[in-house]
């Protein structure tokens, strides 16, 4: 069964920087877009990024857009978020979620919290 | 940027009575392929959000039938037919053919 498990959350101060990672199993990594989604405290769902099977193509949302940067490891079963420059405003859960057009599977989320 | 709108904002619903959600996008929908990425997902308190519905009427492994999805182009509703206790949680469309966007869900409540 598809399995999705996010890890790297934590408290951060303003200015900061955190490396998210998503490990992935029960398919097969390498033949799927992968993306980030999060979900401030109480409000909806923000798409963060997301990047192609070999990661030759990223997009990022406009809010994250030089600050955030998508990465994966197919050897690995993995997906990287690295985030630079943290804001109070990025506080979230963040998903790993697979596809770019279905999103068709979610992990559980971790907790990303920016504050002084 | 696409934007998906949601309507209502918040549904109480009498259990085993129908709800239905409304969903409009600012652009057309349909990708250079032919298909309509539009989806659907269920999150429920604490939990991650789960699909429902994927390209405008195609019911996920395990939903119940009687959640379903319609529209074309800009125009997008889901419905339940007969609203459960456990259908109580926020529903959200989201576009997956121009980069990506979610509507900004519509909370399902027992009156």
């Known amino acids: 069964q598809v399995q999705l498990v996010e890890s790297g959350g934590g408290l951060v101060k303003p200015g900061g920087s955190l490396r998210l990672s998503c490990a992935a199993s029960?398919?097969?990594?390498?033949?799927?877009?992968m993306s980030w989604i999060r979900q401030a405290p109480g409000k909806g769902l923000e798409w963060v990024s997301y990047?192609?099977?070999?990661?030759?193509?990223?997009n990022y949302a406009d809010s994250v857009k030089g600050r955030f940067t998508i990465s994966r490891d197919n050897a690995k079963n993995s997906l990287y978020l690295q985030m630079n420059s943290l804001r109070a405003e990025d506080t979230a859960v963040y998903y790993c979620?697979?596809?770019?057009?279905?999103?068709?599977?979610w992990g559980q989320g971790t907790l990303v919290t920016v504050s002084s | 940027d696409v934007v998906m709108t949601q309507s209502p904002l918040s549904l109480p619903v009498t259990l085993g009575q129908p709800a239905s959600i409304s969903c409009r996008s600012s652009?057309?929908?349909?990708?250079?392929?032919?298909?309509?990425?539009l989806n659907w997902f269920q999150q429920r308190p604490g939990q991650s959000p789960r699909r429902l519905i994927y390209?405008?009427?195609n019911r996920d492994s395990g939903v119940p039938d009687r959640f379903s999805g319609s529209g074309s182009g800009t125009d997008f509703t889901l419905k339940i037919s007969r609203v459960e206790a456990e259908d109580v949680g926020v529903y959200y469309c989201?576009?997956?053919?121009?980069?990506?966007?979610f509507g900004g869900g519509t909370k399902v409540e027992i009156k």
């Open positions: 979620a697979r596809d770019r057009w279905l999103i068709d599977y």
């Open positions: 029960g398919f097969t990594f390498s033949d799927y877009y």
């Open positions: 990047i192609s099977s070999s990661s030759s193509y990223t």
């Open positions: 652009q057309s929908l349909v990708y250079s392929d032919g298909n309509t990425y």
């Open positions: 390209k405008v009427s």
């Open positions: 989201m576009q997956g053919t121009h980069s990506l966007t």
